[in-house]
């Protein structure tokens, strides 16, 4: 039993470090050719309107309701101890800072990271991709960059997005709910958030839309076992990408937390 473990446990970790490593590499590898010619314009707009902008639906419905939510939950909390009047504050807060970059960034995880790993998995399964190099083109200047760039542009401003629907959520109830004036609720969210707050938010779905897209196009370039491979990639990457957003947002909320208190 004890050796199984240790055979298990060498297995995972063996995993994490060929995971870690070839996403590094192909970070290295997209961020270097990102910068030469030949550049494909058309491409990045084609991936922004289907990977941003068809998610806007999806982050509207999330947003909205986790701002009507935890309006809710907050509203019901502090009103025992008289401190329903601090809703607006503590609501808005959480959307900028936390609740609108995570939860938008994860369901693009789900969205689109599963997208593009079956889609890269589907061309490898069908030797597009060996076409591709066998014509002379690089499949990661056409399939991989252009990919990546659109998720780097589209979540922080889907993220803006999801911010403004979540505090519109949030004052509705809080006016029908809760009893709160919504001209008042609207003053207290402009006089709560500055500009950093926005910032430190959006600033985190940088480095998230890089580990959705590093992510995606790493299992889906490593599809090998047909059909059942791409199921498998895309599962993976869905579950991968989510895990990197979580740990990550840790790291960068401490991080960022250090910077504004120097």
Not at 83 to 104: A, D, N, Q
Not at 228 to 255: C, E, H, P, Y
Request: charged share 15%; proline share 3%; with cysteine.
């Amino acid at each position: 039993m004890i050796h199984s473990f240790a055979h298990t446990l060498g297995n995972m970790m063996f995993e994490l470090c060929y995971f870690i490593g070839s996403l590094s590499e192909l970070c290295y590898n997209a961020f270097r050719e990102a910068f030469r010619k030949p550049f494909y314009p058309r491409l990045i707009i084609d991936q922004i309107y289907s990977l941003g902008i068809k998610s806007a639906p999806l982050v509207a419905v999330c947003a909205l309701s986790t701002g009507m939510v935890i309006t809710l939950q907050f509203g019901l909390g502090l009103e025992k101890f008289g401190g329903k009047l601090y809703v607006p504050k503590i609501v808005s807060l959480s959307i900028v800072r936390e609740l609108g970059p995570v939860f938008t960034s994860l369901m693009i995880a789900g969205r689109v990271g599963a997208g593009i790993a079956s889609e890269i998995g589907s061309m490898k399964v069908t030797q597009q991709i060996d076409a591709m190099r066998a014509l002379g083109t690089s499949p990661l200047k056409k399939i991989i960059i252009p990919r990546i760039l659109a998720l780097v542009i589209s979540l922080p401003l889907l993220t803006v997005f999801a911010n403004s629907l979540g505090i519109y959520g949030a004052s509705v109830i809080g006016s029908t709910e809760l009893g709160l004036d919504q001209s008042f609720f609207i003053q207290k969210v402009t006089q709560t958030i500055k500009i950093h707050d926005y910032m430190v938010g959006v600033a985190k779905t940088f480095f998230f839309a890089l580990f959705v897209g590093l992510t995606g196009c790493h299992y889906g370039m490593r599809v090998s076992e047909g059909t059942r491979g791409v199921g498998i990639a895309t599962t993976k990457s869905v579950v991968a990408s989510s895990i990197l957003i979580v740990i990550s947002d840790f790291i960068l909320t401490k991080l960022f937390w250090i910077i504004e208190t120097l």
